[in-house]
């Protein structure tokens, strides 16, 4: 039987204290769309809708994570270019319909938004903040990945391939990303307050079947670095960190960011299922909390009796990290999961994630 | 006085250090010398990208030097095609058609897979991104193909996979679906009847010429 409420479990977790059980932040997104039974498109393009949806799933379920507005293909929007929603079959997330950078000049003709107002997705994202933080919940707002933003904001196999022969053109444009996340960030902050908000960072490209660390020390480290240096200027408690997919090579680079700052704030990682929890309580776990990372397409294609199995593995490998464990998914929930799903983690963390 | 192996050695070389000035120069002057052109691209283009394909398995070769790679390999390959002769009596290469899932827009990894396999000798016909089921079958049929190759980067889009391969079964049809992609597994892979899984490029390539016996 559960002896805390959502609220409380997951702020024991954020203070370093144990709570009754591990908390879980199943990452639902489009998900919640199947629930309420709404187009999955909606979810992005309406952001009332968007929090409605997740606010009805949280309830449902019974889950601590509260609602959140991100997609992967953050960027092109906020730019002035054009995404398209998921409304067809097959569609998951937003996707470019149209990138603002198709040659390497229009990256000088880039003109970054100002801080003054959200922009693009962020218009949506504020209507899930507001509701969120009328409710007493954090205001939780992306602030990157910049480069799989810029890999999206630009053609991607451009971009990709600029960062071996145009290196200037590609870290111009990946310094305008960075201050596009910077300027929205503080817009958010000064809407909100720091202490109500959240930053999740996090995207694909820079994984490393993709990109080799060496190409992420150079072209995304510093972006990332100079983000998380405005964060902890601005006095942001909370970083949600997702590294997505397989960035084993890159972890010496997140560790580096942490020791930066004296690993000051409290970050959550979400690694992706190709990340052993164990390396992730070795490198992170003394100072940060670990999220699990269960198999997102096995949550899809697996039984509810085999989820229930690898949410017990992943609560028995990271529920003991030192600054705290939460129960989730290693990506998004997917959204063609059966509504039975998610309560097998709920099942896994009481019968296997209980604190003595 | 350029020899011959100089000019292969050279198109290799040009094609894994991804310059396509280079590549696209040397295919000429392959041409000017009068080096079978057949020989050029498997000797010169193909041996370059063998061995891109061998430094992407072991990681210390990434996507965006593939890309680079691939863009040198096919500006050479523009110079020296209209020069190959086609010999009718060569065993004809199986055919592959390759496409992303419905659903999905995401086509670098397609495009590996695509440039992998024809280094390898198929027969490609690339359909695109977010290709409908009955589009696949459709192709298939009409180009009497061998093999489909379908990668999907989605847990949405990997369930459009299974559709394709009831429907060609259904039909009867000789062709064999490989998948591939990001949320794909082995396992998964037969569950839904896939005649085989590749987990990279470099895998998709060996499973497709293990199926076909090329």
Redesign the interface.
Known sequence: MDKMSPQERFNAVLMGEKPDRVPINPFIL?FAAKIVGIPLGDIYADGNKCFEAQFMCMRLYGYEATPMYGYASCGPWEFGGKVGF?Y??????P??IEHPVMDLGDIDELEVPDSDKPVGAYIESQKVCDRCVEMGMPAIFQGGSVFTAAAVVAD??KF??W???EPKSAHTLLDKVSQMYMNQIEYFVNRYGPEKCVVFDGGPVEA?????PK?FEEFAFPYMMKVHKKIRELDIPVTLMHPC?DQN?NIPYYIKLRESFNWKGIYAWIFGPETPIKTQIEKFGSHDIIGGNVD??SI??KTYEEVVQLCKENLEQGMNSPRGFILSPGCEF????EPIKPMAFLEASRQFGVYK | MVSKEEILEGLAKAVID?DEVKSEELAKKSIELGIDPYEALMEGCNKGMAKVSDLYEC?EM????I??SA?AMYAAIDVLKPHLKIDASAKKPAKVIIGV?????HD?GK?LVKMMLEVAGFMLIDIGK?V?VDTFVNKVEEEDADLVAISSL???????MEPVIKKLKEKNHKAKVIVGG????SD?SK?IGAAGYGK?AVEAVKVAKSLTGA
Do not use: C, R
Not at chain 2, 62 to 65: S, Y
Not at chain 2, 154 to 160: A, D, E, I, P, W
Not at chain 2, 182 to 185: C, M, S, Y
């Open positions: 489009g998921p067809g079959e097959g569609h998951s997330a996707y470019v991607t196999s990709l391939k960062t071996k022969i490393n079947t993709v990109i080799s190409k997919a090579l997102p397409p899809q294609t997917p959204p063609l999961a | 991804g990681k990434f996507v965006p030097e890309l680079l863009d899932a419905q659903g999905d827009i670098i495009n977010d409908p989605m847990t949405t889009s990997m369930m459009y990001a949320p794909i597994t998964f569950k990279d």
